[in-house]
């Protein structure tokens, strides 16, 4: 059958081979070489029809023909203009596999016709109604494709203005990639162009444009990605913004969260979030900008690895001369005789640190050259019941998500980092901010104090690595500074020796008095994300972007093991005090536990939803604590994995944790710009 193209024809259907309309006489046949087969879509501008080209062995192609049904000067002649616009734009964009090929436009018997390739596939609308909400996975696939094709749209200085699901298509092909199709070109506005439409005039579709657009016809590349997000958004809830756009204007993207039916990845809630933005200047400004978001490992963060930093072990005091030899033999305790290690006590004023288990404690006993034994009393009491954490405080000076967080030795100060670029240290009893450092330009993503308390050392997505002295709030030093981001610092138990990692896949290992570079070690193929130290200073673990955990002697620089059995990204591991336990934290959204000397893996953890970003482990080594993106904070059994308690107080992603040496303050901080303290109830 042939179709006639008058559109007031009552009778269009014509048998094969006729020339002209048996009902009104229009030819049916139009530059003698398209031939109508039926209308596949119709508008108030005119109809769409499935046709052959009869010169290229009847080969499918589309025609438009602009038969506006619309009365006023005026509004006819933005009509004509909006329907040349759309030829010339798709010759403008070339031959790009994503969008139609203009095959011909011309005029004929008064009407203007465009002639397109053909797409045999179904536009994402259908697509929804009939196999219901899109998946995370699939609304990734679709952005990677959309971007692709919107980067070489805006290339092009064209911004389409009309971004629906309507006007996306997917190939019937079973090709993976390169099956979406972007069409209806007959909004877009050439970039240069005057932007301002007449007044009440209004171009886009109500729900998927931007306030810029539909309120003054002003449009950028970002009104597109305003459009972009709202489709996904569209797609991912079954949810018509059109219809929320009606009742609450444009304060709905504010609350999209709450009309989504499914989990959502933070990763994809923040590009969301940022896509939906109805200040243009807020958005991405540009479809470059989200493809980095989406392929750069380091936008899962936009914060730091999180650092577990270990207790110090304190600098025994000189005893006086005048001590009297009183060697020990042994010890009671609980019933229990343990023999001490033999010393040299010819020696004099020499110390030698033994550990001693007690109870599921370990002591640090120091002896003096004089033969005299010192019990040091436990830093923690191993019967802490960690499920009776509550929170004490919240701290809300920093500006900016909370990247990572230190508290000293001693207990008194906690320091900050933010992406707010500063360091704050505060008095960690009463939660008073005591100073703000800021000389980073830009985030800064990980802080450790020395043990001693009298070194902050900061590293920053700025390349720079800074040492503050903590009293004073003054600068130190800046170690030489890197070409890619310092994810992580942390400083070995004695003060010694400071070790950092970033993204140019490198560990760097410095003299911490002297600022000099002692090793670089290179093992890791993506950004190193996490580091840690055990309590003997003798192994650094390093954790990575991919997806490996490795063992380092940090003295020689040795690499000693090589942990595989994440997924993704890690963001964090931690050492137990007697070093023979790892526990690693990743955006697989596991938290995994390992024997540290055999690099066996003991257990997997999975409550949390989302990615885990932090990890620490309590000063008995008996439990261990964990952010998520999930907003909460899990306390576990680290010896049988079980879930004690969940804390739930922060209102956006948790991204670090810290606890104190007395093991009975947890401190937290968040994206909600938060840090939050933590401490057990009796």
Sequence with gaps: MICCLNSSC?????????????NCGVPLVILRHYRPIRVIGSGGFGKTYLAEDVEKFNELCVIKQFAPQIQGTGALQKATELFEQEARRLQQLGEHPQIPTLLAYFEQEQRLYLVQQFIDGENLLDELQQQGTFNEQKIRELLLELLNILTTVHQQKVIHRDIKPQNILRRKSSATK???ILIDFGASKQLSETVMTQQGTTIGSFGYAPLEQMQDGQVYPASDLYSLGATCFHLLTG???????KQQGYSWVANWRQHSQQLVSPQLAMMLDKLLQPNYEERYQSAEAVLQDINDVNFLLEMPATVAHPRPVSTPPELPPT??????????RQEEIISPTVVDLAKPKQYFKIPLLLSGAILLLSLGGYGVWQIRKPLVDHTVAYEKLALANSLTAHTEWVNSLAISADGETLVSGSADKSIKSWNLKNGALKTTLSLHSDVVNSVAISPDGKTVVSGSKDGNIKMWNLPT????ATLPRSEARVNAVVISPDGQTLVSAGGDNKIKIWNLQTGELKHTLNGHNNSVMALTISSDGQTLASGSADSTIKIWNLQTGDLKNTLIGHKDV???????PDGKTLASGSYDRTIKIWNLPTGELKNTLTEH??????VAITPDGQTLASGSWDNTIKIWNLQTGSLKTTLTGHSDLVYTVAISSDGKTLVSGSKDKTVKIWRITE
Excluded at 323 to 332: R, T, V
């Design 239 to 245: 949810v018509a913004p059109w219809e929320l756009w």
């Design 178 to 180: 390169g099956n979406i």
């Design 473 to 476: 709030g003054t600068l130190k």
């Design 609 to 614: 939803r989302y990615a885990v970003s932090s």
């Design 570 to 576: 890690i963001f964090a591991v931690a050492i137990s």
């Design 323 to 332: 001590a009297a030899y009183q060697p020990l033999i042994s010890i009671k």
């Design 10 to 22: 009552h009778n269009p259907p014509n048998p094969d081979g006729t020339e002209f309309c048996s």
